[in-house]
């Protein structure tokens, strides 16, 4: 179903399969082939922060379930207590390699077109803060259900950058044209309690609760006929990773250019500089 586009790119192969298991340095899959469903569990200490590798590695296990004929739904959580992913690793654009920023870029896009695309179903199990990059593959699930007292949202205007146009286009997709342009523009972070009002998120239950929740939804999706749901999803998404696909490169070349510029680096230096700060006291 995703389409030949998506396919281009060959991930790098660091994930291995043992059974129903599948585990890399940053990842834990396991798939249960009773009931069809995956659950991925994001592992990269300490924050989960999306590098090159670690994004290549979400892209290579998405693609290595699809092509698994008993999987047909994933569950996407956290494995680090308290946060499901504190977005972009800022490391991967402060005082950058060039040549490692475009190759960064573009495994963003990848796992973003082969998350927001796949013919699995998705649910996200968000236990811990998902700001950015986090709330990015939130939204680029089919379904998300949240623990409480935390946030989400895309901040990155907080960090004196600003969300690419496909983040913006998920985000409006996801709770509409005027909350978006509010919430990018204050970079702002909903609790728990407020995403759920402005749909952000789809349902809140305890920590304690949620992998069992998510489960329970789970179940939902994957009764429904595969190839109608998978359609459906399509019907809904595919003008928006189109847009992507078809401008990828000028998209990387646009992400480089900002990243380059002295005043986004001064930015990032300061805003790296004020979580050390905010650590320390
Ligand atoms: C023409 C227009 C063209 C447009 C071109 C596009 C422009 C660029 C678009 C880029 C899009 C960016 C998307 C992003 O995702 S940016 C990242 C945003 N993320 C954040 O702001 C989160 C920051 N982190 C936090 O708020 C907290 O760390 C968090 C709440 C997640 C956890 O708090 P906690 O107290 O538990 O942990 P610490 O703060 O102590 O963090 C532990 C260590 O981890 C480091 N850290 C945290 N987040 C990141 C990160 N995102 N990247 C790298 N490192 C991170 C933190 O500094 C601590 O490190 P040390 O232990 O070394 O001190």
């Not at 994004?55 to 959580?77: A, H, M, P, S």
């Not at 960064?104 to 236990?127: C, G, H, K, S």
Request: with cysteine; hydrophobic share 40%; charged share 25%.
């Amino acid at each position: 179903m995703a389409s030949s586009i998506l396919r281009r790119f060959i991930p790098r192969k660091t994930t291995w399969m043992y059974g129903q298991r599948m585990m890399s340095s940053t990842i834990d899959v396991s798939v249960d082939e009773q009931t069809g469903i995956a659950l991925m569990k994001m592992k990269r200490k300490p924050v989960n922060s999306l590098n090159l590798e670690f994004l290549q590695d979400i892209r290579n296990t998405i693609v290595t379930l699809e092509q698994n004929k008993k999987c047909k739904g994933l569950i996407l959580t956290s494995d680090v207590p308290k946060i499901f992913s504190a977005g972009i690793d800022i490391l991967e654009m402060y005082q950058p390699n060039e040549e490692r920023l475009h190759n960064f870029w573009r495994a963003l896009q990848d796992m973003w077109l082969q998350l927001y695309m796949t013919p699995l179903a998705t649910i996200a199990a968000i236990n811990g803060h998902s700001p950015a990059g986090g709330c990015l593959i939130s939204i680029s699930c089919d379904y998300r259900i949240m623990a409480p007292n935390y946030t989400i949202g895309l901040n990155e205007t907080l960090l004196g950058i600003v969300a690419p146009f496909w983040f913006k286009d998920a985000m409006c997709n996801t709770v509409g044209y005027r909350e978006t342009e509010i919430a990018l523009a204050l970079g702002k972070l909903y609790s728990t309690d407020e995403a759920l009002q402005k749909g952000l998120v789809d349902e809140v239950v305890t920590s304690e609760q949620i992998m069992e929740a998510a489960q329970r939804k789970m179940l939902e999706y994957v009764k429904i006929p595969n190839m109608a749901r998978a359609m459906s999803k399509q019907l809904m998404r595919q003008e928006t990773a189109d847009k992507l696909c078809s401008t990828q490169d000028s998209d990387v070349q646009n992400f480089v250019n900002f990243c380059l510029q002295d005043k986004v680096q001064q930015s990032l230096g300061f805003y790296l500089e004020q979580l050390k700060k905010r650590k320390s006291k």
